[in-house]
């Protein structure tokens, strides 16, 4: 009889088997495990601590802003599309009202200007706003000035408008960088056709005066290191936070604020399971890595045009990233003009000074100006400049980079837009030279 104890048994075949599953399992979890701690693990991140001077010139500015009454009223007065309905008695008793306000602008101006730097999205920056309401003061102000004739004051009102407008990027981000051109555009738009009621001294002093203003630029490429603090505290919120993921998901499906598309309340348990695909790190260090290239790039000459960065892959960034290029547009745009203005004040003393244009730009420094400003549209030199008897052209080369001898952007494309003025508005894709006198705002 043959011993029971040789025959093979099905139990003890199978148990190796069992135990290498168990042994694979358990490595796959350990895996899984190792896997998840690393896509879940919040990156640290080292935000750099703002100075903030004190006195500051932004407590001052938003107590200024705060305390402009009648705002829908200053937008009227000083619209040209329909004209205003207030008499000037109306618009100057609107001014003196106001006074208060502007008082404490000037205050401020006296201080260096540094924005708190909004380090969540849970910030609110109402002040904007009322910056642009505080430009469309002043602007008002120029205009009750230059009615009584009062042709230098005029220009000065306006000129803190640009001087409000050059400050409010200090520190800011992107919108805050571009409120501040929007202010600047305000108050030098009425100066273009102040210049010619200008005397010498009066030309002079403006030109000083807004050479010391364009000295405190703040570029686009420091407001976009302030971007990148604020995006990446945005994102350690996010992370902390499965709702915030999921809201992003959900934008990422295409549907307007406030609707659900299908599968949305399914978004809320994969937005914990997104980040194994997206880890948190990749995610954080894709945005890192954009908006430092993008700082670099916009250090670089605009007449260079450089490509942008190429956007990170993960749909939280696709999201949250924008395009900065329109952006620092409307900035080199804003340069342009400013610098195109300050030429123009110190042709405008030259000439009453000596009866005549100067043959070239270079008899303008130093003595009506401490040097020539930069094109900010071309890789390099000043503007362009020609004389033609007793008038000139004065321009730059627009974002084309091409020296088109002065002839101006002009889309007649925008002809009928309802805006007279569209023509000549400066655009990624302008064809032709930023013309002093013609693309003017």
Not at 304 to 317: A, K, R
Request: proline share 8%; aromatic share 8%.
């Amino acid at each position: 009889m043959q011993n029971s104890r040789s025959r093979p048994q099905s139990g003890s075949r199978s148990r190796p088997a069992v135990v290498s599953c168990g042994v694979i399992g358990l490595a796959g979890l350990v895996l899984v495990g190792m896997w998840w701690t690393a896509a879940m693990k919040t990156p640290k991140v080292v935000f750099p601590k703002p100075v903030i001077p004190s006195p500051n010139a932004f407590d001052f500015y938003v107590q200024a802003g705060n305390a402009v009454t009648g705002d829908k009223q200053i937008s009227d007065a000083i619209s040209t599309q329909p004209p205003t309905t207030l008499t000037p008695a109306q618009i100057d008793a609107l001014v003196q009202q106001n006074l208060g306000a502007i008082n404490t602008l000037h205050q401020g101006f006296a201080y260096p200007y540094v924005d708190p730097s909004p380090r969540s999205i849970k910030t609110l920056v109402p002040y904007f706003a009322k910056y642009r309401g505080m430009a469309r003061l002043l602007s008002l102000q120029s205009k009750v000035r230059a009615e009584k004739g009062d042709w230098g004051g005029a220009v000065d009102s306006n000129l803190d408008a640009v001087r409000l407008g050059e400050d409010v990027p200090h520190g800011s981000v992107v919108i805050g960088y571009l409120v501040g051109v929007a202010c600047q555009a305000i108050g030098r738009r009425p100066i273009w056709t102040s210049i010619e009621h200008l005397n010498a001294a009066q030309s002079r002093t403006a030109a000083t005066r807004l050479e010391s203003i364009m000295d405190r630029n703040f570029s686009f490429a420091d407001t976009l290191q302030e971007e990148k603090y604020f995006g990446q505290a945005a994102l350690l919120e996010m992370f902390a936070d499965p709702k915030q993921t999921r809201a992003y998901l959900v934008q990422d499906m295409g549907t307007n604020p406030g609707e659900e598309p299908p599968g949305a309340a399914a978004a809320q348990s994969l937005s914990v399971l997104f980040y194994l695909a997206y880890s948190k790190s990749r995610i954080m260090q894709g945005y890192t890595t954009y908006m430092d290239q993008s700082a670099a790039i916009a250090r670089q000459p605009y007449g260079l045009h450089l490509p942008p960065p190429p956007l990170p892959t993960d749909p939280i960034n696709n999201i949250l990233l924008p395009v900065f290029s329109q952006a620092r547009l409307k900035g080199v745009d804003s340069e342009t003009q400013n610098g195109l203005l300050l030429v123009m004040l110190a042709l405008r003393a030259f000439r009453l000074e000596h009866g005549r244009y100067p043959a070239a730009l270079t008899e303008l420094a130093p003595a009506y100006l401490k040097k020539l400003p930069d094109d900010p549209f071309a890789a390099q030199g000043t503007f362009k400049y020609i004389l033609n008897g007793n008038t000139y052209t004065l321009y730059s080369v627009g974002p084309d980079g091409k020296d088109d001898s002065g002839k101006a952007i002009d889309d007649i494309r925008q002809a009928n837009s309802g805006n007279p003025n569209a023509r000549y508005f400066v655009n990624p894709n302008s064809i032709g030279d930023v013309v002093a006198g013609k693309n003017i705002y």
